[in-house]
Every structure is written in C-alpha cells, then in structure tokens.
C-alpha cells in the first residue's frame, strides 16, 4: 500500500509532461502541413495557365504605365493643354491620336494607369491592415464584444457606398488620396467578416488550445497560428480588392467626380470619349476602355488561380 501512495503524486506531473510533449508534437505535424501545404499551393498556382496570363498582364500594364513615359515622352500638365492638336486621329506624332484638350491619348493612358494601379494597390493594402485585424480581434475577444463589432459591420454594411461617396466627393474638391481614404473606409468590412469566421474556426483546433495551455499570450496565438492560417482568404480577397478600387474610381470618374485636371484615369478618358464617339472619334474611347477591361480581368485570372490553388479540396480534384 505504501508503494501505491507513492506512486501517485509522482506519476501526475510526468502525466503533464506527456500530455505538453504531445500537444508540441502535434503541433510541429500541424505546422510541417501548413508548411507542406503551402509548397503545394505555390505549385499549384505557377502551373495554372490562367495564373501566369493574368500576372504576365499585370507585369505589362505596370510597365507600360510607369516604365512608358521614359519612353514616349509627352506633356500631360497643364503647359501640354494645346486646342490646336485637338482631335487629332492616331498617325506618326500622336500613335493614339489626341483626345478635346490636345493631350496624346497614349501618353494619357500611362497617366491613367498610374492612378489607376495606385488607389488599387493602396485601397487593398489599407483594406487588408484593417479588416484582417478588426477581424481577427473580432473573432478572438469575449461574445459580447464581438456581437458590438458586427453590429458596427452590419451598420457600415447598410450605408450606400456610392451615393455617400457622391456626397462627400461633392463637398470637398476629389484627390488621389481622398478618394483612396473613402473606398478603403468601406472596403474592408467584408474580409473582416472572413477573417472572423477562419479565426472562430481555429479557435477550437487542437494546437492553438495546446499554445493556450503552454502559456502563449494572445498576440502570440493570433501572430504564429490564426493569421498564419488565414492568410489565404487575406491574399483572395486582396487581389480582388485591387479590381474593385480600380472599377469604383472608374464609376466616379464616368459620372464626373473623379480626379480633377490635368490629373487622369482611365473612367474619365471612357467618360470623356464617350462625348465624341458619335462625330467618329473612336479613339477617346476603345483605348481605355480596352485597358480597363483586361485589367480588371487580369486581376480577376489571378483572384481565381489563387483560390484555387489555396483550396485543398479543388487540389485532389
């Protein structure tokens, strides 16, 4: 019987031991598939043909528009306005012709495309900072909190976008900047309700309640495991942030509240062109709303790719 009592007290610690040594290995399974999983979704993506298509478009555009103008050279200031080069048809000085004001049309579209590819890539980089947190945090703090922060989504949810940024663009004189800081103050409310629901879903996972039990701070478990493993829905939703941005400056700029002059994008070249399509001057209109148009679908190709290859259950198909 002495031997027995003994026995007790000592195994409940080397019990502990087990049970920490097991959930770190399993732990290290968990990482190694993520890892693993990662190696195979980056094949996956750089052998799909879409992928490669929208990426070599993308590469393309960028070069055209910030790598273009050290090549073709042209005056898109407020010295370039010239009426009497206006409405020039494309020939040897003008490749694409010349738009009501004198400007070269494709001097114009490199113009464009710089706004253009700017407010998206800046949209989606504001948009993923603060909806992945605002997720994350909404996802991991107690469910009274949590229900107050989706309230706030759904509030933000109900406001019509469009007509608010008329308003406001209406009030204040429209920059670069001031309407990258009105789409990113919408944009990102639906990634954070994904992030919420990856983060509610790994909350429960065995290694992120074993990091919980060894001791791991709150920033520690969201840092190395929750945003770890969501960090595909952030890059989805990311890219095709990026097409959205660009098509809602482009809606602003067709209905006359975009950038001002000389300033440019490609929605208002379309809007402007559209004025004179019917006199025969196509050339205000087809060049942008070509450039436009691939790439948003070049941005989408990449969307669709990433989705793809980051889904595990289309990987086996």
């Known amino acids: 019987m002495p031997s027995v009592s003994g026995a007790g007290p000592a195994a409940a610690p080397s019990q502990t031991l087990d049970e920490r040594s097991a959930a770190r290995r399993e732990h290290q399974a968990e990482s190694g598939q993520i890892q693993g999983g990662g190696r195979l979704s980056l094949a996956a993506f750089l052998h799909n043909r879409q992928a490669l298509l929208g990426i070599g478009i993308v590469v393309t555009i960028t070069l055209f528009c910030f ?3 050290f090549f073709y050279h042209t005056n898109q200031g407020v010295s370039g306005l010239d009426l ?12 694409l012709g010349t738009d009501a ?13 710089q706004s253009s590819l700017e407010l998206g890539f800046a949209v989606a980089i504001a948009t993923t900072v603060v909806g992945t947190l605002y997720g994350a945090i909404a996802g991991l703090v107690p469910r009274w909190i949590d229900a107050i922060m989706m309230r706030v989504i759904d509030t933000l949810l109900a406001v019509p976008v469009l007509v608010l ?6 009030i204040v004189t429209p920059s670069l900047w001031m309407i990258i800081v009105l789409l990113s103050a919408f944009s990102w409310l639906g ?21 919980r039990m060894m001791g ?21 939703s990311a890219t095709f942030t990026i097409s959205d941005a660009i098509l809602g400056l482009s809606a602003l700029s067709f209905l006359g ?23 025969g001057y196509w050339w205000m209109v087809y060049p942008p709303a070509v450039i436009l148009i691939v790439t948003i679908i070049a941005f989408n190709l990449i969307g669709d790719a990433l989705r793809d290859s980051l889904d595990t259950r289309l990987q086996r198909r």
């Open 67 to 69: 790598a273009g103008p």
């Open 84 to 95: 009497s080069q206006e409405n020039l048809p494309p020939g040897p000085g003008h490749l």
């Open 101 to 113: 004001s004198g400007y070269d049309i494709l001097g114009r579209l490199m113009l464009g495309g």
């Open 165 to 170: 940024l008329l308003i406001l663009v209406n």
């Open 191 to 211: 990634l954070s309700r994904l992030v919420r629901g990856e983060v509610l879903s790994l909350k429960a996972r065995e290694y992120v309640l074993a990091a």
């Open 216 to 236: 791991g701070s709150t920033w520690r478990v969201l840092n190395r495991h929750m945003l770890r493993n969501s960090v595909g829905v952030v890059i989805v």
């Open 257 to 279: 509240l975009g950038l001002p002059p000389p300033e440019a994008d490609w929605g208002s070249m379309l809007s402007n062109g559209l004025n004179y399509l019917y006199d």
